[in-house]
C-alpha cells in the first residue's frame, strides 16, 4: 500500500538527552530504548517493543506484572506513576535492596 512506511518496532528519534545502547529516552509520549550511543539532538534508532533489562530506583521491590513507569527527571524506571511515563510492566520481581537497580520491563509501546 502507498501509506506503509515501516513496521515500527523500532522508529528513529531525535535524542533528547545523550543516551547509550540501552538506555530508555522519553520524546514527547513515545518511549524506546536506544540502540546507539547518540548526542542531544542527535538521530538514535529506539526500540518501542520488546523485553529489556533497564535502570530502576534502588531499594524498590517489583512484582512480576507490576505497571512500569519512566522517570525521566533520573532518567530510569519507578512503579511510582505520579508525574511518571507509563511504559510497560515488570516482567519478574526485583528485591527491594539499596544495589538491585536493573528490572526486567516487556514495554508497551502504547501512548
Do not use: H
Not at 78 to 105: F, H
Amino acid at each position: 500500500m502507498k501509506t506503509y512506511v515501516q513496521p515500527g518496532n523500532t522508529i528513529t528519534l531525535t535524542a533528547p538527552y545523550a543516551v547509550a545502547s540501552g538506555d530508555g529516552l522519553l520524546v514527547g509520549s513515545i518511549f524506546g530504548v536506544a540502540s546507539g550511543t547518540a548526542a542531544l539532538g542527535e538521530a538514535v534508532e529506539a526500540a518501542l517493543v520488546g523485553v529489556f533489562d533497564l535502570t530502576k530506583v534502588g531499594s524498590q521491590a517489583w512484582t512480576a506484572g507490576a505497571k512500569v513507569y519512566w522517570d525521566n527527571t533520573n532518567k530510569r524506571c519507578t512503579t511510582v506513576a505520579t508525574d511518571n511515563t507509563l511504559i510497560g510492566v515488570a516482567t519478574e520481581a526485583v528485591a527491594s535492596g539499596a544495589g538491585d537497580t536493573i528490572g526486567r520491563v516487556r514495554l508497551n509501546a502504547a501512548f
